[in-house]
Each structure stands twice: as structure tokens, then as C-alpha cells.
């Protein structure tokens, strides 16, 4: 046995000795203890200050021959960020300063000492003070515009330091020629990486704070960083010239692909900064000479920068900067409280809305039949995308916006409704449809005299993963609920909860057999995807997050059905089950539910070539879903069986079959594989 770099006699026999006296004798050995941390160990630290002077050592015969001796990585690379965690800042300081003088005059591939170099300044001890106190001075300028991304990258992570505070953030916006080539290089090096890194350290630093001041959102464009950025006019300049194509192909300028480039890169980065910088003209001298007339830099990306009806790949990427654009910068909760307080209180919407973009992006979903169809091959989905962002984000808005809903549903109906059976059970679905009806508020969903809901054209045979993950999000409710969540729930969140609790009562009325296709799907494990969707929609329902309905029709949600009604079109004499967990209590369901859940998990074990590989695997991840189902379970079953003594049966059933584990105790079913019935 081999430890901490020396051998230790093979012990032939432990007799009573046990492990902790074994690791003592170990310790002894190694002269460890874990109390003292491993770099201030006599033994580590002799070897640590033996590879730092290896290092060294070869670093200055590299020095001295530059061209001919090569730089050794794989002894480069034994420093890596543990051991640079461990050496004294002094010691650091000594070798970040031998490479910064290596780097100028190394006639090779520089990768191996550029990484050595990220490696020793990663530790958040290492300020970007101590970046400016090298010697010679690091020319970050220089870095940046290096046609080398080694020497960019190493250049970034240095630029990087400064993010971390305002401070720092304002002695680089101190360095106008190095904030310029920070830009030129994000938005026109052809390195991929590169322009990555490039974009979060522009990135932090428009976005830095100082760690003893509150974080700050529209008041980001006070600080020195976002000044030299939207303020100094050529700067500001400079990216409207790098990404427009009235000068592509031009002395100095990018090629046109190169440009769209660059115009993905800017949007990328413009979904991020939501703010009045971006939204509000700046330098009218600059923006006038691009065609921007009433607006700044978020106008000149949207509307004049990209040339749509000519590249349906920066078209692709321009619709999806408007759903990302929808998305505001905190939870869903306060959007949706936001919204319903005023349908249009998002700038990001209202920009969107008053320049045409939002009906013009909606159409290619509403109104496809306007437009060339080789288009719509591409932009169909990111329309859709761009309708759930919408519908999901700002559901008052778009139960306020009635030709929209109405298209919405038209749509819908159209494209779920002429879908056949044997597409279904191919898989052939329409995914971007169902990601619509998904993300609709609930109340779009519900049957309205003039007509049916989509909702209801959805099969529950025969199984189809993307339907039954659909359900699983319509049934469930408002995901912004734990378990017994007592706190005061916004009426939106009441409303969609009430909602979904209607529409799961409604779609069963339409298809009663729901429960027994979704277990028979459960069971065919040769289908995993169904398999899982269809554990997922019972998981959503047991812990479904749904209230009551109104109870007369003067109730505020008078949109909705009350009980009584509900009851009415669903047969029932009775009130319907409060809960997702008593709906699967109660027939139909427990009798299809309750069973398939309590039954041992299905394997593979007697099939040919004993059931190993992916087979197997999947059998265990379906075994170990409905096991997570179980836990869900239980605790669930014994909130309520607490209140009724009837219960009790069933929850000491759930306890004995958690107790056998995942497979339940059986490991050896055989081939009691399920098959699909069509």
C-alpha cells in the first residue's frame, strides 16, 4: 500500500486492531494531521516547493531559449488550482511575475503557460489590485487585441478581477482603449470560446457590485462602467458599427457572416441588461446615422440591425431574442402580479408592442397561411415559442387580448385535432403546439359555448409522452407551492388553481378511461419516455396545487364554473374532490392507480443476455420514478389520514411497500414486459 508518497508495511493481519487505530498509525507515518491544512504540512509542503521550483527552473530555460526549448504542459499542468491554493501569495506573486515576463517574448504555442497563469490567479484572494501590481505591467489592451486566444483568454481572466467589484469595474471603465477592445473582441473574434468568456467578463463588469452595497437593477447605468459603455461616443459607436451591414465587406469591416455574428452576440448580450440604457436614446449624433429616430440601442437591435427577410437563420435568432426578451428579470410570481395589476406594466412588451414586433412574430403561428411556407419551416417553432413566453409570463394580457386568444385556440384545434391515432402512437407530435397549450393560462382552456377546448382533443390512448407531460402541466397548477403551504396565495395563483382543478374533473368527463391508459403506459417499459411522462401526470395530480371554485356566480371569478355546475356537466350528484390526492382516491382512478403503484417494479432479469444495458436501465429509472412517486406519497396520505380513520390501511400498505425498496423486493420478474395496445 502506497500512501502520501512513501510505502507503508503491508499489514498482514488487523487481529483486533480497527480502522481508526490503522489511520493513526498512517498519519504517524505521513506526519499528517488534519488539523494543520495540507499546505503547512512538513511532507506536502517540501513536495509543493519542490515542483514550484521544477516549475521555475524550466520556466527560465525557456526564458533563455524562447524558440528552441519547449514548454513542458504536462509539468505545467501538475500545478493545478489545489496546489495554487496552497503556495503563499508571495510565492504566487514570484511566478505569475516569471511567466508575465515569459509570455512576451515565447516563440510557441503559449497555451501551457496562459493556463498556468488562470490557474494561479483563480483563488478569489487574488483582487484585481494585485493584477495591477504586476511587473512588468500586464498591457490589457494588448492582450485583448492579440490575434492569439490563449493570450486573449489569460487576458480575460486578469479583466476579469475587476468584475468582482464597483471599484475595480470603475478603474477599467478608467481605461477607455481597454473597454473598446473588449467590445471589438466579444463581438468579432472568431474564437468561440473566446467571445464566451469575452461576453461575462463585459458582462460583469456592466453588472458589478460592491459586496457591502445592495444589488441594483435600473441604477446600473449610474455607475462608471455603464457611463464609458453608453456615454463615450465612440465606444457607443463602435458597436452599432461592428454589427451593422450597411458597412460589411468595407476596409476594416467584418464580411456580412461575420457581422451576424456579432448581431447574435449583441442580442444575446441585450436579453440580459433589460434597462433604460438600452431602451432610451443616448448619442442621437451615433443613432441617427443607423436609422434608429426614436429609441437606443435595444431599437437599432430589433428593428434596424438585422436584415430578417433575407437570413431566415438571424430571423431564427431574432425571434427568440424577443421571447427572451419577454422574460422578466424576476419570479414568476411577481410577474404574474405585475400583469394583473396592468396587462402591459413590462417595457419589454410595450417596446415589443408599439413597434409591431409582437404582432408580426405572432403571426407566423396565428396567421401561417400569410406567410412563405420553406419559412415557416424554421420560424413556426420559434413563434410558438415566443406565444407560450407570452401566454406563460403575461396570462392577463393575453385574456385581454381577445382576437389573440381566439387565434390561439383556432390554431390549436386545427393542428391537435386532425392529428390521427397512428400519428399519436409514432410519436409524431406536434411538440410546439402542446408547449402552447401548456403554457396558456387555465382559463383559456375551458369550454366556451362558441367552442370545444383543444385540451380535450388530446388521447389518452394511445400513449404519447409529450401528451401526458402536457396533462401533467395543465392538472398540476401553479408550481409556486410547497406542501403544505400556508402562506397568502395571490388571486392569480387561486384562480390557476381553480382552474386546473376544473379542467382535470372536465377532460375526465370527455375521457374516462384516462387512469387505466396511463397505467397500462406505465407499465410498457419498452416505451421509457411514456413510461415516465405517464408517472410524472400521476405525480402532478397527487400533488396538484388546486382550490375551490366560486360558489355562486356573484363570486369576483364569476369566469369560472361554480361547483354546482361543474358537478353538473361532469354527472356527479355530489361535489367533486377537493385535492388532487382524493380525486386519485376516488374511482375511477384508485382502481387503476393504487394497484399499479403498490405492485414490485418490472425488470428485465430473464431476457436475453440477462437483461443488461439499456434495457435495464431503463427498467430501473421507470422502478425508480414510481418509487419517488411513493415518497410524494406518503407523507400526503398521512396529512389526510389524519382526519379520517379509513385511511389508515392504505397508509400502512404505502409504508410496507417503501420498506422493500426501489424493485420492491422482486429482482426477478422475468419478462413481464408491457406491450403497447393500440
Known amino acids: 500500500m502506497k500512501q502520501c508518497g512513501m510505502f507503508v508495511p503491508r499489514v498482514r493481519s488487523l487481529g483486533g486492531l480497527d480502522f481508526n487505530s490503522l489511520q493513526s498509525i498512517i498519519r504517524v507515518a505521513c506526519n499528517y494531521s488534519p488539523e494543520v491544512p495540507r499546505w503547512q504540512n512538513p511532507w506536502i509542503r517540501t513536495n509543493l516547493m519542490d515542483l ?18 519547449v514548454l513542458d504542459g504536462r509539468l505545467l499542468e501538475k500545478f493545478d488550482g489545489q496546489v495554487t491554493e496552497s503556495i503563499s501569495e508571495t510565492e504566487r506573486d514570484a511566478l505569475i511575475r516569471q511567466l508575465a515576463e515569459l509570455l512576451p517574448i515565447l516563440q510557441q504555442d503559449p497555451t501551457p503557460a496562459t493556463t498556468l497563469i488562470q490557474v494561479s490567479v483563480r483563488p478569489t484572494s487574488y483582487t484585481f489590485s494585485r493584477v495591477l501590481e504586476i511587473r512588468p505591467p500586464v498591457d490589457l489592451q494588448a492582450g485583448l487585441k492579440a490575434p492569439s486566444p490563449p493570450i486573449n483568454l489569460v487576458t480575460l481572466a486578469l479583466l476579469e478581477k475587476a468584475a468582482f467589484s ?16 473588449l467590445i471589438e473582441l466579444w463581438l468579432s473574434t472568431s474564437d468561440t470560446a473566446v467571445a464566451q468568456r469575452a461576453n461575462e467578463v463585459f458582462l460583469g463588469l456592466l453588472t458589478a ?3 457591502d452595497q445592495p444589488p441594483v437593477t435600473a441604477a446600473y447605468n449610474q455607475s462608471l462602467m455603464w457611463r464609458r459603455v453608453f456615454r463615450d461616443k465612440d465606444i457607443y459607436g463602435s458597436i452599432y458599427r461592428i454589427c451593422s451591414l450597411s458597412n460589411a465587406g468595407q476596409k476594416g469591416q467584418l464580411s456580412k457572416r461575420d457581422k451576424t455574428v456579432a448581431q447574435a452576440r449583441l442580442l444575446d448580450l441585450l436579453a440580459k441588461i433589460d434597462c433604460e440604457s438600452i431602451r432610451l436614446s443616448q448619442i442621437t449624433e451615433v443613432e441617427s446615422q443607423y436609422g434608429v429616430t426614436d429609441g437606443g440601442l435595444l431599437e437599432f437591435a430589433a428593428l434596424k440591425m438585422v436584415e430578417y427577410e433575407d437570413d431566415v437563420l438571424m430571423h431564427m435568432t431574432l425571434l427568440d431574442f424577443f421571447a427572451e426578451l419577454l422574460k422578466p428579470n424576476h419570479s414568476l410570481v411577481q410577474a404574474v402580479e405585475i400583469s394583473d395589476r396592468d396587462p402591459c406594466a413590462s417595457e419589454a412588451l410595450r417596446f415589443l408592442m408599439t413597434k409591431g414586433l409582437h404582432s408580426r412574430t405572432l403571426s407566423y403561428y396565428l396567421d401561417s397561411t400569410k406567410h412563405n411556407s420553406l419559412d415557416l419551416t424554421y420560424l413556426y417553432s420559434r413563434a410558438a415559442n415566443y406565444l407560450a413566453t407570452y401566454a406563460s409570463f403575461y396570462p392577463s394580457h393575453f385574456l385581454h387580448s381577445p382576437t389573440i386568444a381566439e387565434k390561439t385556440m383556432v390554431r390549436l384545434s386545427e393542428v391537435l385535432g386532425t392529428m390521427s391515432p397512428g400519428r399519436w402512437a409514432q410519436g409524431l407530435t406536434p411538440k410546439h403546439d402542446l408547449h402552447v397549450l401548456a403554457s396558456l393560462p387555465g382559463l383559456a382552456l375551458l369550454p366556451r359555448p362558441a367552442f370545444a377546448s383543444p385540451l380535450f382533443v388530446l388521447p389518452a390512448k394511445p400513449p404519447n409522452a409529450d401528451v401526458l407531460q402536457t396533462l401533467a402541466t395543465v392538472f398540476h397548477g401553479p408550481r409556486n407551492q410547497g406542501l403544505s403551504d400556508e402562506s397568502v396565495q395571490s388571486n392569480g395563483d387561486s384562480l390557476q388553481g381553480a382552474t386546473a382543478r376544473a379542467l382535470y374533473f372536465l377532460y375526465m368527463e370527455h375521457n374516462p378511461t384516462l387512469w387505466q391508459e396511463v397505467v397500462k403506459a406505465a407499465e410498457t417499459v419498452a416505451l421509457k419516455e411514456a413510461a415516465l411522462a405517464a408517472i410524472a401526470l400521476m405525480k402532478a395530480v397527487i400533488t396538484a396545487n388546486w382550490d375551490p371554485l366560486p360558489t355562486d356566480v356573484d363570486d369576483d371569478r364569476s369566469e369560472l364554473p361554480t361547483e354546482a355546475q361543474l358537478a353538473e356537466k361532469c354527472h356527479s350528484s355530489q361535489h367533486l374532490p377537493p385535492t388532487g390526492l382524493l380525486a386519485i382516491l376516488t374511482p375511477p382512478a384508485m382502481e387503476a392507480v393504487f394497484p399499479y403503484l403498490l405492485r414490485p417494479a418490472q425488470t428485465f432479469s430473464n431476457l436475453v443476455g440477462g437483461g443488461k444495458g439499456d434495457v435495464e436501465s431503463a427498467a430501473y429509472r421507470v422502478a425508480a420514478a414510481k418509487f419517488d412517486l411513493l415518497i410524494s406519497l406518503k407523507p400526503r396520505l398521512q396529512e389526510v389520514a389524519q382526519e379520517t380513520s379509513q385511511l389508515e390501511d392504505v397508509v400502512a400498505v404505502v409504508n410496507r411497500r417503501l420498506a422493500l425498496g426501489v424493485l420492491g423486493g422482486n429482482s426477478d420478474v422475468g419478462g413481464n414486459v408491457g406491450t403497447l395496445e393500440l
Request: charged share 30%.
Open 52 to 69: 514550484l521550483h521544477d516549475i521555475q527552473s524550466h520556466l527560465a530555460e525557456v526564458a533563455a531559449d524562447p524558440a528552441g526549448k
Open 166 to 181: 464597483r471599484s475595480d469595474a470603475g478603474i477599467v471603465a478608467g481605461k477607455p482603449d481597454v473597454v473598446a477592445a
Open 209 to 211: 457590485d460592491d459586496d
